[in-house]
């Protein structure tokens, strides 16, 4: 398989043929058509599986190439840039589990202010009918595009009519009566809730970081924590967390994880993550929390011995409920 890398991944750990401009797509690339699904995809959760399923489905019924269209970097980075970090996936991270899922073709859109002025007709047929050459479009059913987010899906379907193409929008798959979306998961992550956050992704919310030097007081207290820096995904609410941490050589180990501010050592803010039954050394090395459970939220303690005394129960806790849980 061809593939185009043009992120700087390996190309044989993607798996997937990755445009990032409509501009450079080949004109035979879909000379069969195509089946088109668009939007940003950040979580790769449930409900946008769905609409995934759909389009392969679809795709394999017509004989048609299916593809993905999303947008990089997010379109909220562009304009919300003074709001906190917000992915929940590295570019990286999202096509390989596009790939995982059977996808095998993606446009990642560069979105800059130029792209984001688009008028939506302009979007359909530069994008879709020029470069896709789309034949079925397939969105939620809240979708919406092209400058000031003027595209809708009725537009969609009237521009479907003038090219040539069908549309199909998938209501939002709802999840104790409420939509599944990537906001939602976010507001979950952001209020510790990592279990029901993991229930929709259908896998562990993951934060990858790079092991930096700290101040090595956990040591001294009988727990060396690798201290990170890490990377623009979003860090679950402060506190203590079950988690599993894959290493660089892909080990996956056991791991508590603490995020906060050290209260009762004043050391200020740290993710530092202590891997149990373990004792090397990897500075200047990446690594991936995948978080599991929130065990308890940060707080201070009267003294060092007090939280000395906590972390070895938060660490006995945090054993049993991995006892219990998958490594992926």
Known sequence: MKTVDLFGFDPYFIFVILYNNYTVIPEDAYKKGSVVTIGNFDGLHKGHRTILEKGMNLARLNKMEFTVCTFEPHPVELFLKERPRLRLLTPESKYKIMAELGVSSVLAQHFDSGFASIEPEDFVKHVLVDGLNAKIVVVGSDFRFGKDRKGNIEVLKNEGQKYGFDVIGE???????????????????????????????????????????????????????????????????????????????????????????????????????????????????????????????????????????????DVEKIENILECHDEY
Do not use: C
């Not at 203590?240 to 803010?269: Q, W």
């Open 171 to 313: 209501e939002l798959l709802l999840d104790e009566e409420i939509a599944v979306s990537s906001s939602r998961i976010r507001d979950l992550i952001l209020r510790g809730e990592i279990t029901a956050a993991n229930s929709l992704l259908l896998r562990y919310h993951e934060v990858d970081g790079v092991v930096v030097h700290g101040q090595k007081h956990g040591r001294t207290m009988g727990f060396p924590t690798l201290n990170l820096e890490s990377s623009e995904l979003l860090l679950p609410k402060d506190g203590i967390y079950a988690a599993f941490t894959v290493l660089d050589d892909k080990r996956v180990l056991r791991s508590a994880v603490y995020i906060g501010l050290r209260p009762t050592l004043e050391f200020g803010r740290s993710f530092e993550v202590f891997l149990l039954h373990f004792d090397e050394e990897i500075y200047n090395k990446s690594v991936t929390v995948r978080f599991v459970e929130r065990i308890r939220g940060d707080m201070k303690f009267k003294d060092e011995s007090a939280l000395q005394s906590q972390i070895r129960l």
